[in-house]
């Protein structure tokens, strides 16, 4: 299994990026994903999920109205379109398998695999 993020960088608040993540080593498509961020010396935050066939996505409240997450099973990629920025966005963001029985609007939540991950940094 193996999960490479891209599109991270350093942008002013209120711009945007658009996150990649593309999986290899197993059936991306038969897999729930989500993407996950920790900020330094702060604990991982999941920040939003999408189901195999992308009909069902689920954002933190902070990422509501702002990130779009998206996948393309052709590509065996996932997206994370982030807009809005905000310096509290600051963090390294990576995509994850998630396992067990989540409960994300808790903050539980469990993966087998994540990727190296891809700095998010928003600053003036």
């Known amino acids: 299994v193996r999960l490479v993020e891209s599109g991270g960088g350093m942008v002013q608040p209120g711009g945007s990026l658009r996150l990649s993540c593309v999986a290899s080593?197993?059936?991306?498509?038969?897999?729930?994903m989500i993407w996950v961020r920790q900020a330094p010396g702060k604990e991982p935050e999941w920040v939003s999920y999408?189901?195999?066939?992308?009909?069902?996505?689920k954002y933190t409240d902070s990422a509501k109205g702002r990130f779009v997450i998206s996948r393309d099973n052709a590509k065996n990629t996932l997206y994370l379109q982030m807009n809005g920025l905000k310096p509290e966005d600051t963090a390294l963001y990576y995509c994850a398998r998630p396992v067990g029985i989540p409960q994300y609007e808790l903050g539980m939540f469990e993966y087998d695999y994540r990727g190296q991950g891809t700095q998010v940094t928003v600053t003036s």
């Open positions: 999408i189901n195999t066939a992308s009909t069902l996505t």
């Open positions: 080593g197993f059936s991306f498509v038969s897999w729930e």
